[in-house]
Nanobody, 121 residues
Framework: VQLQASGGGLVQAGGSLRLSCAAS????????MGWFRQAPGKEREFLAV????????YYSDSMKGRFTISRNNAKSTVYLQMNSLKPDDTAVYYC???????????????WGQGTLVTVSS
């Protein structure tokens, strides 16, 4: 599976962004999809994961209420809607594919290249 993340950019604090991750090369609907992020000088952090059908989601406690993960299997795309953004949300955001609702990096089989989100104060 090849993954291409997009939608990052510069946004003011309190604003919103929607990230997209387009998949190709294999059966997208067979994979559970996750989002991670990595801020400068920090380890990669799990954000959210969605089941292959879209019926189940799981979020990091710190992301609940502000971020929403969704997917469109017809478009082979997973999304991350981010609201009420804060400067601490500045990071490179990655999408990844796994078999199962996983929250650890090593549990994911495929990764996108990342998209940079910068939140200004």
């Amino acid at each position: 599976v090849q993954l291409q993340a997009s939608g990052g950019g510069l946004v003011q604090a309190g604003g919103s962004l929607r990230l997209s991750c387009a998949a190709s090369g294999s059966t997208f609907s067979g994979y559970d999809m996750g989002w991670f992020r990595q801020a400068p000088g920090k380890e990669r952090e799990f954000l959210a994961v969605i089941s292959w059908s879209g019926s189940r989601t799981y979020y990091s406690d710190s992301m609940k209420g502000r971020f929403t993960i969704s997917r469109n299997n017809a478009k082979s795309t997973v999304y991350l809607q981010m609201n009420s953004l804060k400067p601490d949300d500045t990071a490179v955001y990655y999408c990844a594919a796994a078999r199962g609702l996983m929250s650890r990096e090593y549990q994911y089989d495929y990764w996108g290249q990342g998209t940079l989100v910068t939140v200004s104060s």
